[in-house]
């Protein structure tokens, strides 16, 4: 009768003791994903901006470069996908031919669409949609 007892109370003991450590480990794999989730919304945040400044300081039509042009380019160094970046290399090496108007829009085109898939957006636009936006913008 009395190990019937003890062995009900370990049963319950270790029954008890099971069901707080998964409980225990349950909320701390909880709440770090739910702070990876918030890092990662920071860090879309922060490539958001970026990549807003950086169209807004393209749309001007001037070729000096302001102090918050490094600026914006920084930010998208630390921030952008490495499609964003091969993107704006490869507009930036033709920024600066007069002759390559066409495949500058292009190049621009092709950014601007790494830009909104590396924020999450599906599209279908093509490159020249989004370069007519694009300077739709520039000419207001």
């Avoid at 069901?19 to 770090?32: K, M, S, V």
């Avoid at 393209?58 to 996908?81: D, F, G, K, V, Y």
């Avoid at 292009?106 to 949609?129: F, P, Q, S, V």
């Amino acid at each position: 009768m009395l190990e019937t007892i003890l062995v009900s109370i370990i049963i319950a003991f270790l029954t008890t003791l099971v069901t707080a450590t998964f409980a225990y480990f349950g909320y701390w794999r909880q709440a770090a994903a739910e702070l990876k989730k918030d890092l990662a919304n920071r860090f879309n945040e922060q490539k958001w901006k970026a990549y807003q400044e950086f169209m807004i300081m393209q749309s001007r039509s001037t070729n000096i470069m302001r102090p918050e042009s490094a600026e914006i380019r920084i930010a998208l160094l630390l921030t952008a996908s490495d499609d964003v970046i091969e993107a704006f290399n490869e507009y930036i090496s033709l920024s600066f031919q007069k002759d390559k108007v066409e495949e500058r829009h292009h190049k621009i085109g092709a950014m601007i669409a790494a830009m909104r898939r590396d924020l999450g957006c599906d599209t279908k636009l093509t490159h020249e949609d989004l370069w007519k936006i694009f300077n739709s913008i520039s000419e207001l």
